[in-house]
């Protein structure tokens, strides 16, 4: 638990200037892999929790868990313990080790059981059946060069009402516009940077396969790939595009078993590992060109200590390979996006929260 002030009354400009420093510094794994930090001296009388957890202990859908319960809805309640300080759920016990091996040989009978599916699923995409995404069509872009340490925070924050608006007008989904809002953001970005690929962008989408009750804890995600429209001028189109592909997608998916999502999920994004060999960053086709990721968040305001939580804004990882990655935090009745990105790869990243903000504007108009 670490604590940081701004000097006082500091703005949003310079809470993200501090918050990109911080993300820079990898986990120390001397000590348990996560922390805090309290940020103090913002204007209004504000202050900011920046958190920082390694991903092998928990994903997004276990980090709004994780939030909800180290924060209240009672503005009155002085008591609630930040989550480093709440004791762990009880565990179950079998009562012995005789019942390991059942329970393996369930796991490799589920597993044995999503093959057929995967290798259907994967029959449909070596074929590929348009408007079906696969990881060879993804084109070479800037956004998949090597890194440096020094990140880029950038933020926007839109009404979910209006999101929902589009989504209903269009006949897509919330994520679907989100989807579109980021391409937007993104093609318009690479225009000024005399970067944009004359392919269409892929984006990869994690796919929480937990069930609605799950309590969360660990990782439990799939993907899909879709194709992000950012060579099509027209934002109506490359809506009408977006919802195509994350149908296609989607439909790869029905009817498989948690098991068979996470098995064709590896294997969909398996050629990723070729951009993270020394030497092939930015030589090699990569299997998609950013990740896009939307974690429900909570949905009423929290609090803490009576403070209210206003904005609740996500900082995903970059990698070799992957300067950009983009997730979106759900709070409230607002969508908040987080732009992270190599300060050195991707200059002025800011420019593409903007873009964001600006793009809603143009999707109502058209939609």
């Known amino acids: 638990m670490r604590r940081s002030a701004l000097a006082s009354p500091g703005d949003e400009r310079e809470l993200v ?12 794994f001397h000590r348990p892999p996560w922390e805090v930090h309290l940020i103090e001296g913002l204007e209004r009388g504000r202050f900011a929790i920046y958190a920082k957890v390694h991903h092998s202990l928990v994903d ?11 924060l209240t809805t009672d ?17 179950s ?19 044995l059981g999503g093959a057929r599916s995967v290798a259907k699923a994967l029959l449909t995409l070596a074929r590929g059946d348009k408007p079906l995404v696969t990881p060879l069509h993804a084109p070479k872009c800037i956004l998949n060069a090597k890194i440096s340490r020094s990140r880029r925070f950038a933020t926007q924050q839109v009404e979910t009402a209006r ?12 994520n679907d516009v989100v989807l579109a809002l980021s391409a937007a953001a993104l093609r318009k970005y690479l225009l000024e940077q005399n970067a944009l690929p004359d392919q269409p962008l892929v984006a990869m989408l994690p796919v929480n396969i937990r069930p609605k009750d799950d309590a969360g804890g660990g990782n439990a995600v799939g993907a899909i790939l879709a194709s992000l429209a950012t060579d099509v001028a027209d934002p109506a189109e490359r809506l009408a595009r977006i919802i195509a592909s994350t149908k296609s997608a989607k439909e790869q998916l029905q009817g498989m078993s948690k098991a068979a999502i996470l098995q064709y999920s590896a294997l969909l994004c398996s050629p990723f590992m070729l951009q993270l060999l020394p030497g092939a960053v930015g030589r090699v086709r990569p299997t998609f060109n950013v990740i896009i990721s939307n974690v429900p968040g909570p949905e009423q305001p929290l609090y803490m200590r009576g403070a209210r939580l206003e904005a ?34 991707l200059p002025h990243l800011q420019r593409m929260a903007v873009h964001c903000g600006e793009a809603l504007t143009e999707i109502e108009r058209v939609a």
């Open 75 to 91: 503005p009155s309640d002085r008591e609630r313990p930040m989550f480093f300080s709440i004791p762990p759920p009880a565990r």
């Open 93 to 111: 016990h079998h009562g012995g080790e005789g019942l390991f091996l059942p329970e393996l040989m369930a796991s490799v009978r589920e597993q």
């Open 312 to 345: 609740l804004y996500p900082m995903s990882i970059p990698v070799h390979g992957l300067a950009l990655n983009i997730t979106v935090n759900s709070y409230a009745g607002t969508l908040n996006f987080g732009f992270i990105g190599c300060r050195d790869t």
């Open 60 to 70: 997004g859908y276990s980090a709004m868990k994780i939030l909800a319960s180290s």
């Open 17 to 28: 200037i501090i918050v990109s420093r911080l993300h820079g510094y990898p986990v120390d």
């Open 163 to 174: 999101i929902k608006a589009v989504a209903r007008a269009s006949g897509g989904t919330l």
